[in-house]
């Protein structure tokens, strides 16, 4: 299956773009896809182009937090993170904005959002399902957790289809962290797919093909 890649820029911001080919018959698949905390697009792009989807453009975005050295995060830790858990949630709406923008001149379908990451990517995605302004069709998150946000634990009236990879071995992220993030999400009233692994902190084949086969399922 064959994916054609791209760089351009959205608001300033460095975004790869992966587009394999579309069925006009059908809505696309939008999927966006979180690095890791002090990481980059092209780590993502390494996992997400052993994804083997069809219908799909794929979108890997730089984020906001200037990590240094050319690096990058979705928020930093500390007292502050409320706050920038926030601008995340805006800054990850303009992203799904332009990228609707940019499926119009494909296709007159609208698209099925979804998103996936690993580590606080996974946590990106996870915390966008619970908070963000656009509804997500599924989200997946590996090796993820859920940072601190604001939140007047108000449930959202769409529940998005979830699916929580974590390991046991994972030595950065505590796997009763990722399997608290996800029960909260299934408390929340999203349908959530578990997943527990013995692996450590990676993106493995295994997780490939489980994600391949979520994002696949109707």
């Known amino acids: 299956m064959t994916v054609h890649y791209k760089n351009t820029q959205w608001n300033n911001k460095k ?11 059908r809505p696309p698949r939008l999927l966006i896809g979180f690095h890791g905390a002090d990481s980059t697009p092209e780590n993502m792009l390494i996992h997400g182009n ?4 069809g219908n799909t453009v794929f979108v890997y975005p730089e984020g906001p937090t200037d990590a240094g050295e050319g690096l990058w995060s979705w928020w930093p830790d500390g007292p502050r993170q409320k706050e920038a ?5 805006d800054y990850s709406s303009q992203m799904v ?21 690993f580590s606080q990517g996974g946590a990106a995605a996870l915390v966008y399902a619970l908070l963000g302004s656009h509804p ?17 634990g108000t449930k959202q009236a769409h529940h998005t289809s979830i699916l929580g990879i974590y390991g046991l071995n994972d030595e ?10 996800l029960e909260e999400l299934e408390s929340r009233g999203h349908r959530l797919t578990k997943k ?10 295994g997780n490939i093909a489980d994600l391949t086969e979520f994002f696949e399922s109707e």
């Not at 332009?98 to 979804?114: F, I, K, M, S």
């Not at 527990?196 to 084949?205: D, I, M, R, W, Y």
């Open 50 to 53: 052993k994804l083997k989807l």
């Open 97 to 117: 904005n332009q990228a609707r923008l940019y499926l119009e001149e494909l296709t007159d379908h609208a698209p099925q959002v979804c998103m996936w990451g």
């Open 196 to 205: 527990e692994t013995s692996q450590g902190h990676e993106v493995n084949a």
């Open 15 to 25: 975004i790869i773009i992966g587009e394999s080919e579309l069925n006009s018959d």
């Open 85 to 89: 858990v926030h601008q995340f949630l």
């Open 136 to 152: 997500l069709h599924k989200a997946a998150s590996v090796c993820g957790f859920l940072p601190e946000f604001p939140d007047d």
């Open 172 to 181: 950065v992220i505590p796997s009763f962290l990722a399997e608290y993030a």
